[in-house]
């Protein structure tokens, strides 16, 4: 429980020692993660390593605002209790402990995303933006004190920075999947994170997020073909499909012997075709094999006859 000190200063005004009114409390002493750390290392669970602040004022009206700010942390906007303890930090372990459906490459590509960013990218003025990441913003917070304001003040931080549209919705919807875990609990009677509007990739010159339909991005017939002369096989094969197929990097490396369905000698010929099912990615060092991003992703891509000529006779 906070409380404030009152004593008299050596300062003098008027001939009367001038008061100062110090606010002192306790809190528990937290990692990187704004976990509390415990006592005893080897009992994690055990009792945790507390520390004493203090926070001098002049005006003591200030002094017991502050009080009550502290004092009220505890307590969610509406009247619901909420423990000290249960951080952000906390609620995302949780989270993320219970999404056993997750694949493996999501689940390394969540951990990523809540762990502290030692290196960080630059935003426009070359300042890092380590201090904008979910864990580093939220991460102390108590569960309960996260307000959509703060949110959205977040949302648009990371979009002054330079962030893709797509990299700050990406991490807004980690933030609001995870508090809306918090109200599944009990935790939180609403969740902040709604009705926080979101940076678009719409632009005057491009229509639906996430379609590039500018012509100079793509390219021709003719740039393909020069690419794969260059290339030393069998990577020259990899760009021809790749080219030709639209497949994903890791669903083309998942390719293999089986997947290539050769049309039969006929007349009418049915076109070449790859069968998408499995991708290839490389984590902690090692290829490993995993299932396509999603469900529709499991799918049999044609090939134009006139294009698998290539593969066909390398």
Not at 91 to 109: F, M, N, Q
Not at 128 to 147: M, Q
Not at 165 to 176: D, E
Not at 279 to 292: F, H, K, N
Request: hydrophobic share 35%; with cysteine.
């Amino acid at each position: 429980m906070a409380y404030i000190r009152t004593y008299n200063t050596m300062q003098k005004r008027k001939g009367r020692a001038i008061k100062r009114h110090e606010m002192i409390w306790r809190e528990p002493v937290r990692d990187e993660r704004g976990l509390p750390v415990p006592a005893d290392p080897t009992n994690p669970e055990g009792r945790k390593k507390y520390q004493s602040r203090q926070k001098s004022f002049v005006d003591r009206e200030a002094a017991e605002r502050f009080r009550d700010q502290l004092n009220a942390e505890k307590h969610q906007p509406g009247g619901v209790a909420v423990p000290r303890e249960k951080l952000f930090a906390h609620a995302a372990e949780a989270w993320l402990a219970s999404r056993t459906d997750l694949k493996a490459s999501t689940r390394v590509e969540y951990e990523n995303l809540l762990r502290p960013k030692v290196k960080a990218h630059k935003d426009t003025s070359g300042e890092s933006t380590a201090h904008l990441s979910v864990i580093s913003t939220f991460g102390c917070k108590a569960v309960g004190s996260i307000t959509r304001q703060q949110i959205a003040e977040w949302v648009q931080a990371l979009t002054a920075a330079g962030k893709k549209p797509s990299t700050v919705r990406h991490a807004y919807f980690v933030v609001k999947m995870i508090l809306e875990q918090a109200v599944a609990d009990g935790l939180l009677r609403d969740n902040p994170a709604d009705h926080v509007k979101l940076p678009t990739e719409r632009t005057p010159e491009s229509g639906t997020p996430g379609v590039v339909d500018d012509p100079d991005m793509f390219l021709t017939a003719e740039q393909v073909s020069a690419l794969v002369d260059a290339t030393p096989w069998p990577y020259n094969v990899l760009i021809h499909v790749a080219a030709w197929s639209g497949l994903r990097a890791a669903e083309l490396a998942g390719l293999q012997v089986g997947d290539v369905h050769l049309p039969a000698r006929q007349v009418s010929p049915k076109p070449t075709a790859l069968r998408v099912d499995q991708t290839l990615r490389i984590q902690a060092g090692e290829p490993v094999y995993d299932t396509p991003k999603t469900r529709g992703s499991r799918r049999v891509v044609p090939v134009p006859r006139r294009r698998h000529r290539f593969s066909a006779t390398t």
